[in-house]
């Protein structure tokens, strides 16, 4: 869960990000990122690998490698729907190919507008998995059961 709450305010830290600050900054946000990645995959890959035997690690392991895939698929294509409807919403073609260094100062704004509202609502969902989580901890702790983190 801690890994979850670390990952949040990463990513909510890369959405507050505007123009004019430092890249140093970027960094820090990008390391708290991952900080949080690795804080949470540790702990949940091997409270799932403790509940199955050795003899199904190699299905478990697909079984994860194939849920963080999905989302990695699923998150890049949810952020590229806000942001390309962020850009139509403001008369822009819901296209990314428009947008480069030498585009319209207007498209680029409701383009970096559209990455912002993005990053904000995967830290969001990210929250919102944090608090799931803690509920179960707390279902499991008040059953007597062994928490899995």
Do not use: C
Not at 22 to 29: E, G, I, K, P, Y
Not at 114 to 128: D, N, R, S, T, Y
């Amino acid at each position: 869960m801690l890994g979850q709450v670390i990952l949040a305010a990463g990513t909510a830290g890369i959405a507050a990000v505007h123009a004019g600050q430092s890249v140093a900054l970027l960094t820090m946000l990008l390391m708290t990122v991952s900080l949080g990645l690795a804080t949470f995959h540790a702990p949940n890959n091997a409270s799932i690998f403790a509940t199955v035997g050795t003899e199904q690690f190699g299905v478990v392991s697909g079984l994860i490698n194939l849920a963080r895939n999905m989302g990695n698929v699923v998150g890049i294509a949810a952020v590229t729907g806000i942001v390309t409807a962020v850009m139509a919403a403001r008369g822009y073609p819901p296209t990314l190919a428009n947008v480069s260094s030498g585009s319209d100062a207007e498209l680029l704004v409701s383009f970096v507008d559209g990455m912002e509202l993005g990053f904000w609502v995967l830290a969001g969902l990210v929250l919102v998995a944090a608090i799931v989580h803690a509920g179960v901890l707390l279902t499991q702790k008040n059953n007597g059961d062994i928490p899995h983190f």
